[in-house]
């Protein structure tokens, strides 16, 4: 091999490292710094407060992380918060006693109806998507042990 090969080949991997890095910088994988841990109130004023400041993007990003909900959800939830056409305060619960929304919610869980169910858990307990489907799930794996 020639030294000039040498040199050239060495210069490639120099460059390449280099695109590399940069792609993956700019590729958005930084780290980002760890959620807000709210409660319900002060995450529903948050939101009420983005809103009103007309900072849609977070208010949309905030609604994902209360709520557990996908971004279409979010984004629709926060415009209807906007336009008046939902309320900005707490989702209001349901009057089942708890062992009634526990009962609908074991009906559902062994109807094989886990969309339900997660929904029911969701109304009753007021956790985001993530909360309800893990205690859903947990909750089949439990029926189905028990038979």
Not at 77 to 92: K, S
Not at 99 to 109: L, Y
């Amino acid at each position: 091999m020639s030294s000039s090969f040498l040199v050239l080949l060495v210069i490639a991997v120099f460059m390449g490292a280099l695109i590399g890095l940069w792609l993956r910088s700019s590729n958005g994988e930084q780290h980002s710094e760890p959620p807000i841990q709210l409660s319900p109130e002060e995450g529903q004023a948050r939101l009420a407060e983005l809103i009103n400041s007309g900072q849609m993007i977070n208010a949309i990003k905030l609604h994902r992380q209360l709520h557990g909900s996908g971004l279409k959800e979010a984004k629709d939830a926060v415009e209807a918060m906007r336009d008046g056409r939902a309320p900005m305060g707490l989702p209001e619960r349901r009057a089942l006693s708890d062992s009634d929304t526990n009962d609908a919610i074991e009906r559902a869980v062994r109807d094989d109806n886990l969309i339900q169910a997660i929904k029911l858990y969701r109304d009753q307990h007021g956790v985001g998507l993530k909360e309800a489907k893990d205690a859903v799930e947990a909750m089949r794996a439990d029926l189905l042990q028990r038979g």
